[in-house]
């Protein structure tokens, strides 16, 4: 039975565009592409075979920059205000951010061939699944529990509401004047 190599290569590359077009597999490419982008930037440079988990975390500390969640400093008179304050504080990335952030870190590093656990060999292991990344996300609850930061939650839908959306689309159904 023929080989047909070039089959092969061209079902292996459909699947690979097929991960990368999901919603996760394009954050996760970016992520990843930022990543980089930011080891390759620090003296001496890394790349993701020679990251360590102090360069991990030195990634989500400028990650943080970019943050929307503002965390007030202790004393600020806005502390446990909702809404947008007008103080000073800091914007922070929320710790629920952080968290899936890691996770999807801990997956590129796996793809890379640098395990899912962490090593006490430099080099080896995973460092997004270090615990001085560990204690960063501790360490990022801790500073938002402190500035009163809740994690906003979704508006619950009720029965009631199902039960009007579900007759106004019967109403609308009986009409018969419907178009795509």
Same mark, same amino acid.
């Given at each position: 039975?023929?080989?047909?190599? #070039?089959?092969?290569?061209?079902?292996?590359?459909?699947?690979?565009?097929?991960? #990368?077009?999901?919603?996760?597999?394009?954050?996760?490419?970016?992520? @990843?592409? @930022?990543?980089? !982008?930011?080891?390759?930037?620090?003296?001496? /440079? $890394?790349?993701?075979?020679?990251? =360590? /988990?102090?360069?991990? *975390?030195? $990634?989500?500390?400028?990650?943080?920059?970019? !943050?929307?969640?503002?965390?007030?400093? +202790?004393?600020?008179?806005?502390?446990?205000?909702?809404?947008?304050?007008?103080?000073?504080?800091?914007?922070?990335?929320?710790?629920? =951010? *952080?968290?899936?952030?890691?996770?999807?870190?801990?997956?590129? $590093?796996?793809?890379?061939?640098?395990?899912?656990?962490?090593? /006490? &060999?430099?080099?080896?292991?995973?460092?997004?699944?270090?615990?001085?990344?560990?204690?960063?996300?501790?360490?990022?609850? +801790? @500073?938002?529990?402190? !500035?009163?930061?809740?994690?906003?939650?979704?508006?619950?839908? $009720?029965?009631?509401?199902?039960?009007?959306?579900?007759?106004? &689309? *019967?109403?609308?159904?009986? +009409?018969?004047?419907?178009?795509?």
């Amino acid at each position: 039975m023929p080989i047909n190599i #070039q089959d092969i290569k061209a079902r292996k590359s459909d699947l690979l565009d097929r991960r #990368q077009a999901t919603p996760y597999g394009r954050q996760k490419s970016a992520l @990843e592409k @930022e990543l980089t !982008g930011f080891l390759g930037g620090l003296v001496p /440079p $890394f790349d993701l075979q020679s990251a =360590t /988990p102090d360069a991990v *975390v030195n $990634f989500f500390i400028w990650k943080d920059n970019f !943050g929307k969640r503002k965390v007030h400093r +202790e004393g600020c008179c806005f502390s446990g205000q909702k809404g947008n304050s007008q103080c000073t504080c800091p914007k922070r990335l929320a710790y629920s =951010t *952080v968290n899936s952030l890691i996770g999807k870190l801990r997956s590129i $590093f796996c793809l890379h061939g640098r395990g899912s656990d962490d090593s /006490p &060999i430099p080099g080896f292991g995973n460092p997004a699944a270090s615990k001085a990344v560990k204690d960063y996300l501790t360490m990022i609850r +801790e @500073e938002q529990l402190r !500035g009163r930061i809740t994690p906003t939650q979704a508006q619950p839908f $009720f029965t009631v509401d199902f039960l009007a959306l579900a007759s106004y &689309i *019967v109403k609308r159904l009986m +009409e018969g004047n419907l178009f795509p």
